[in-house]
């Protein structure tokens, strides 16, 4: 696929658009990675409108809110689906934990990455064995990080590609889709969190106007990716 041909055709898209094009045709080898934010439940409506039986997963980094796991059951509920949850591998958590504490990803930079490698990247790479595309629901006004990325994209670090149908969506337009259509949400947004994660890195939005203030906020703004959507040229470290 050449990539800025592709995303030239897909630019003036609908979101439902893009999906029926990449999902049509990919049908076994295309998912939705959803970590039940207020995007990917629009994303899950949308995907399972067009295949009911698309492979959807989330990454259970054992840190979750409580808020999070609830939601969890309630959209298997909402949509009648079950989706695939992947764990941390257990033998690396505990020698991690082991030497270096529960919390130690406050301590360095060094430590937060191991941690998300852990906890998130290397599930994730079990989670897309045999997919070509993954699904996400990355906006571009979400953070410095994701300004330059394209709707559809190669991945580096998994080696498919990345398809963000949400990505020119503002905040509002989100919101209007998920009212609109009853979609089950996390109520933590209600209090004030607009990107929700794992819970000892995320907390209620402090900077105005910037979405994904409230994770790891006491990193530069330049590092605050896990290393699941890292822009291209910056390293998972
Ligand atoms: S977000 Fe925090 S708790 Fe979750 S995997 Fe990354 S460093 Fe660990």
Known sequence: MEIEKENQIISNLLAEQILERYISSNKGKIALATSFSIEDQVLTDLVLKIDPNIKIFTLDTGRLYSETHQLIDRTNEHFDIKVDIYYPNNFALEKFVKEKGSNSFYESLENRK???????????????????????????????????LKIIDKDLLNENLKLYPLLNWTEDEVWEYIKKNNIPYNPLYNKGFSSIGCAPCTRAVTVAGDIRSGRWWWENPETKECGLHLPKGVSNG
């Not at 998130?120 to 897309?128: F, H, S, T």
């Not at 595309?133 to 410095?144: P, T």
């Open 114 to 148: 191991q941690c998300c490698d852990i906890r998130k990247i290397e599930p994730l790479k079990r989670a897309l064995k045999g997919i070509d595309i993954w699904i996400a629901g990355l906006r571009k006004e979400q953070s410095l990080t994701r300004t330059n």
